[in-house]
């Protein structure tokens, strides 16, 4: 298929051209060429390069590769290409390419599995917990289904129709491994297929990152299929369910001591840290009256404050314990492993007489009743790990809407002034 031999060679000839989803294409040489594309007017367009595969696509795929090479001088010259300066890139590339090919390096288009692979080496670089928990996600969701497809032949009708399926399909339960897969009953009640939609959004928030990150890259020129993709709407969970301090004293005493549950109760009671990070903590985590988490959800490591309370209970559990040991550990001396909390917290929470609760509520309700003893958002959001307070504005604004309504009751001036007046406050009769 020859290209269009379009004048996109100067600035005023691509500002001629009419805005459009198609690309303009000028052939540089058999099989390389230089595309424009302009998709709104009054903006720079794209420098896109494509090259002809040839016996290197099979079946029904195009024979062609796509790659980004950056925004047009259209406007401005800072971090923009000339024509000259795409064309020469476009030639650069093209050489690398032909190396790449005779070394036995793969060259062609990318697959949404192997964005998927990028994006979780990546992860694992740098560190991040989410790691494991993105890896289950991929594997089940989106390598059977999209895996093989090349991100160039994504179209959002394509993303829709999965994130649909995903929204309707019950949920997987645990299953040993090497038995046939075990499935809750599908969706039903309104409450049911919300909890279904905000998992969806927040599995199918890793694919668009690991989309965009391959398209930050260049290795896809175009992110539009994707990102129409919308979330659904108004699936955030309802507000947590916050522990008193009395149902946490009871939950506390009612949890088994022998297997270490209780410990490792009071311990997220006291810290509001995740059950992962409180796994991870050696006995030496413990100094100077603080913790450290070396391994966090963002993969940034912190300190966490604790009371005074907290720190004699950390110390209490530390004495004369080895510097390695696991600071909470199982009755068989092993540490607490992946979903092994759950059960034994439902447990405890109906030996306590309490509505049973997840393990992750104890963070919440450590965030909750710091925030109504007023302590503020940011000293809480720092001691949670987040960078800034907008996951606790999320999660407990309400929290600090009340606490500042008790605060001007409180301490705004008083003046004992009553007006006089005849206007009587109307009722509504009851029906």
């Known amino acids: 298929m020859a290209a269009d031999d379009n004048d996109i060679t100067s600035k005023k000839a691509r500002s001629k051209l009419a805005a459009q989803n198609t690309i303009y294409w000028k052939t540089l040489k058999p099989g390389l060429y230089l595309g424009y594309a302009k998709r709104k007017s009054g903006e ?7 090259t002809y595969l040839g016996t290197e696509v099979t079946g029904t795929a195009s024979p062609y590769q796509k790659q980004n090479l950056g925004k ?69 969701h989106f390598l059977p289904t999209i895996g093989k497809i090349r991100i160039e ?37 309104p409450d049911e297929q919300r909890a279904r939609r905000s998992t969806v959004n927040r599995t199918f928030a890793i694919l668009k990152r690991a989309l965009n990150r391959a398209y930050k890259n260049g290795r896809v020129h175009d ?41 490792l109760i009071h311990g997220a009671l006291l810290t509001g840290c995740r059950y992962g990070e409180l796994c991870r903590l050696k006995v030496a985590d413990f100094q100077n009256g603080r913790l450290a988490i070396h391994k966090s959800k963002s993969g940034k490591p912190r300190d966490v404050r604790l ?42 929470c109906l030996a306590a007489g309490i509505e049973p609760t997840n393990f992750h509520q104890l963070r919440h309700t450590y965030a909750s009743l710091a925030i109504m003893n007023g302590t503020p958002l940011m000293v809480v959001a720092q001691n949670l790990g987040h960078k800034d307070t907008s996951m606790v504005q999320k999660f407990y604004g309400h929290l600090t809407v009340d606490y500042q309504d ?13 007006r006089e007046t005849n206007v009587v406050p109307f009722k509504e009769k009851a029906i």
Not at 44 to 50: E, H, T, V
Not at 154 to 180: F, S, W, Y
């Open 223 to 263: 992110a539009t299929a994707w990102q129409r993709v919308e979330r659904f709407r108004g699936v955030d969970a309802p507000r947590e369910r916050i522990l008193t301090v009395e149902e946490c004293q009871r939950l506390v005493n009612a949890a088994d001591a022998a297997s270490g549950l209780r410990d």
């Open 406 to 418: 008790d605060e001007i009751e409180r301490g705004a001036p008083k003046f004992g002034i009553v």
């Open 307 to 348: 009371t005074a309370e907290g720190r004699a209970f950390f110390a209490q559990i530390t004495a004369g314990r080895k510097p390695t040991a696991w600071m909470f550990s199982k009755q068989d001396g092993r540490p607490w492993g992946d979903s092994q909390q759950g059960r034994p917290t439902t447990a405890a």
């Open 44 to 50: 720079a367009g794209i420098w896109i390069m494509r």
């Open 153 to 189: 032949d994504l179209t959002t009708d394509k993303l829709i129709k999965l994130r649909n399926t995903m929204a309707t399909e019950p949920v997987r339960l645990r299953t040993a491994k090497g038995q046939p897969q075990k499935w809750a009953a599908a969706p039903v009640t």
């Open 72 to 140: 047009a001088d259209d406007f401005a010259s800072n971090d923009c290409l000339s024509f000259a300066q795409a064309q020469a890139k476009a030639f650069e590339l093209q050489v690398v390419r032909e190396k790449q090919k005779k070394a036995g390096v793969k060259t062609g288009p990318m697959t949404v599995a192997e964005a998927l692979e990028d994006y979780l080496a990546n992860l694992k670089a740098e560190g991040k917990a989410t790691v494991v928990d993105a890896r289950r996600r991929i594997d089940t």
